[in-house]
Nanobody, 125 residues
Framework: QVQLVESGGGLVQTGGSLRLSCTAS????????MGWFRQAPGKEREFVAAIGWNVGNTYYADSVKGRFTISRDNVKNAVYLQMNSLKPEDTAVYYC??????????????????WGQGTQVTVSS
């Protein structure tokens, strides 16, 4: 059974930083592209960032470029999202997802085959 478990969300002031983590089990982690999506209240879920299995291939939404960094550790079966210079509009539930094809996440901006339960990020103004 595949499980993706996010952690690291919380409340932070504008300009602050958070690091989200997602730990995967039940799948061959190194074979999957990993991504982060987010959903704010009253809005549709949107793509944030994605990273290929070979770590050198990354994609970002325009709204987070230069502020967020996605990384992964194939030994720990984990993917991370370092979020700096946070803004109130970054407030959302952040979800981790796994897909076999990086293009599904990074180009098509569609979710993967598996999802985590989400972690809340709240940025106060």
């Amino acid at each position: 059974q595949v499980q993706l478990v996010e952690s690291g969300g919380g409340l932070v002031q504008t300009g602050g930083s958070l690091r989200l983590s997602c730990t995967a089990s039940g799948l061959t982690f190194s074979a999957y592209a990993m991504g982060w999506f987010r959903q704010a209240p009253g809005k549709e879920r949107e793509f944030v960032a994605a990273i290929g299995w070979n770590v050198g291939n990354t994609y970002y939404a325009d709204s987070v470029k230069g502020r967020f960094t996605i990384s992964r550790d194939n030994v720990k079966n984990a993917v991370y999202l370092q979020m700096n210079s946070l803004k109130p509009e970054d407030t959302a539930v952040y979800y981790c997802t796994a897909a076999y094809d990086i293009h599904t996440l990074g180009i098509d901006n569609k979710g993967g085959d598996y999802w985590g339960q989400g972690t809340q990020v709240t940025v106060s103004s």
